[in-house]
């Protein structure tokens, strides 16, 4: 047993020596009765000793009697009673803004399915709006520059000879 052990099962289980590890409770004993005043650990380790004594005495002075533990029993059994009857709401994390946008374009939910089909539907809106405020007329320049490449693509074919032999 050395002194580091001694400060953890004070502050784990108060002064009190009955509610200490069996197997460690002779040693730390020992340890407390054998402590040196003049070295500044045991100084330090007496001083939370008595710490832990205050504390265990100041809790003793609190506690709740048995009756009052069983009316309070009582009322934390009705309160659950009552609440498991109750709807229950569960509260969504809070996502951040990209996992907002994924479960609204990849839904979890079948309920939630119309959401992936909104957002086709409006970008195939957005597409024939666009495509209808374009202007309708093509100018001489590029019709003529298509024609000519027409023009040059049936060419090509036509100079092309071919032996079936």
Do not use: C
């Not at 109750?86 to 079948?110: G, V």
């Not at 309920?111 to 709006?129: D, R, S, V």
């Amino acid at each position: 047993m050395n002194k580091s052990r001694l400060e953890q099962i004070l502050n784990a289980y108060g002064a009190d020596s009955h509610y200490w590890p069996e197997h460690e409770k002779a040693e730390a004993l020992a340890l407390i009765r054998t402590m040196d005043d003049l070295d500044e650990d045991s100084q330090t380790l007496k001083q939370q000793f008595e710490h832990a004594q205050q504390l265990d005495i100041h809790l003793a002075k609190n506690q709740v009697p048995d009756a009052d533990l069983a009316k309070l029993k009582m009322r934390v059994v009705s309160a659950v009673r009552l609440q498991s009857s109750e709807p229950k709401f569960i509260a969504e994390p809070n996502y951040d803004l990209l996992d907002r946008l994924l479960d609204w374009f990849i839904p979890n939910q079948t309920e939630k399915l119309w959401q992936p089909t909104f957002a086709a539907a409006l970008t195939l809106i957005a597409g024939i709006l666009i495509g209808s405020s374009l202007p309708k007329s093509v100018s001489m320049d590029e019709e003529l520059y298509y024609e000519n490449e027409i023009y040059l693509l049936g060419l090509s074919a036509e100079s092309v000879e071919v032996s079936y032999e």
